[in-house]
C-alpha cells in the first residue's frame, strides 16, 4: 500500500539506515561500487554509539572512544582519512577489590596477578579460536564453551576469593553488569583477537582518534558522497522482490533496489518487516546484543588532584569501573566512569556516593551522562553475546534477507562491540547487496 513513490526520491541504488560507522561504512562501500547511497538516520547527529562532544572544556567521548591496536580495519580508515591517534599516560595507581575491601595497587604489581587469572578464565581459547576473525572455524570445540556464561565458567574454575575480586568486576562490566548475561566465548574472541595475552588485553584502550571517533565517521560519510536525511527515524522496511520500500515516521516513503539495515540489532524489533524477519534475526533482536541494564558512559569533574588512578568496582558496585582522562585548568580532575547495577546516574548525589567509595577525600562536581541503555536509539550499549549467542545466531544474522542486509558492530566476526566490528560488517552488508542492484 502507501502513496506512489515520488520520481525525485526514486534515484538511489541503496537506502542504508543509520548513519553509525556501519552505516557509513556501508555507504562510503556501495559509493565504490559506482552506486548512489541514501542514509536515512533517526536522530540529529551522525556516529549513534560514538558521540564526540565538548564538555567542561574538553572533548569528551560520549560512547566508544578506544582502539586496539589490532583494530587493522579501523586503522586502515584512519590512514586513509589522514587522522592521528594519540595514546593517555599510563595510570599510576590502580585500586581494586580484596576480600578485605578496596586497596591500592601500583599497577606493575596487580596487572600480572589479573593477567594470570584472565590467562585461566580464557584457557582453551587458543584452539576453540585458533582463527579469531573466523570464530566458527572450530565450531565443533566451541559447542561445549559457548553455552557457558562468564559467571558459568568463573564458577567452574574454582577461584580463591582473592583472584574472583580481580576478574569478577571487569568481566561483569564488559556483560553490561552482570556476568550470567555475556558469553565466555565473546570475551574469549576479544582475549584471542588481543593475541591471547594480557599484554594484549590491556592494550584495548591503547589509543584514541585524536579529534574524536566521530571525525571517523564524518571522513567516511564525507567520501560515500551519500544524501544524508536527519531526523527521519524508519518505521517499516518492505522487500516486494523488486525493490525495498522504507518508510519513516512522518510517513514519508523511499524506494531503492536495495537495502542496508545498520541500526542496533536492539533496534530491529522496533522496525515492521515485510516479509517479516527470518525466525533467528527476530529471535536475536528480542534477546538483544547490545548490553543492559548498564551501559552509561559518565563523565565526573572531581574535587582536586585524584592523580592518574584506574579503579575496578566489584560485579555489584554501582560504579564499574572509573579511568582518568585529564586534569583541568582549576586544579579539578576528569574521570570516565561506567555505572554499575542500581546506580541513578541521572542524581549527582547517588553517584558522589559511589565514587566516594574508591575516593573518599573527592567530591563530583559536575557530570554528564550519556546512558545508552536508555538511549531510544540505541536501547542498548557495546554488543557483547549473551551464552548460546554464537552458535545459535551469528552465521545467520550476517546473511541478508532477500533485498536486505544487516550491518553493526552487534555482528561481525571478528571484533563484537566495536567500530571494528561495525566497519567490518558495513563492508560485508555492502557487498551482499551490491550484486542485487
Ligand atoms: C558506552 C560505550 C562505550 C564503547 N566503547 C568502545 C570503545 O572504546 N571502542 C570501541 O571500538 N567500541 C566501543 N563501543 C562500541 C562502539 O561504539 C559500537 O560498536 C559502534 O559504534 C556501533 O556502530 P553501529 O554503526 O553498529 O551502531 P550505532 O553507532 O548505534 O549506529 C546505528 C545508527 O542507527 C540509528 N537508528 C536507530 N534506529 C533507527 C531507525 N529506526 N531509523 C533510522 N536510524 C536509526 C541510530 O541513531 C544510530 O545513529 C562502545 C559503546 C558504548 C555504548
Redesign the pocket.
Known sequence: GGRAVPEEEARYDAIV???????VTAARELRNKGLKPLV????DRI????WTSTWAGEQVEL?????HPNYELTYKELNRYGLKTISDAAPEKAIYPTPAGYKTFAPEEIVPRIGAVLAKVFDGSRQYFERPREPLYRADLLKAVDPLSLRARLDALKLSAEDLALVHGELATYAGGDSRDGALTALAQWWALCGWTHEGWAQMSAARIEKGASALVQSILTAAQATVRFN???TAVADDGKRVVVTTASGAKFSAPVAVV???LN?WK??QFSPGLPKVHAEATQEGVGVKPN?A?MWLRVSGDVGRIVVQGNAGDPIAAMVPHARLSNGDSLMIALNGPGLNVNDRASVDAAVKKFLPQTRVIDMKVQD?VNDP??QG???MRRPGQMLRQLPAIQQPHGRIAFA???LPSGWI??????IESGMRAAGQVAPLV
Open positions: 539506515i543509520g548513519a553509525g560507522f556501519a552505516g536515512l538516520e533517526a536522530r556516529g549513534g554509539r560514538v560512547g566508544g572512544a578506544w582502539l527521519t527515524p524508519v545498520a541500526v542496533p533496534m522496533k522496525i551501559a558512559k545508552w536509539w540505541s550499549g557495546w554488543g553493526g558492530g552487534d562491540g566495536s567500530f571494528e566490528g561495525a
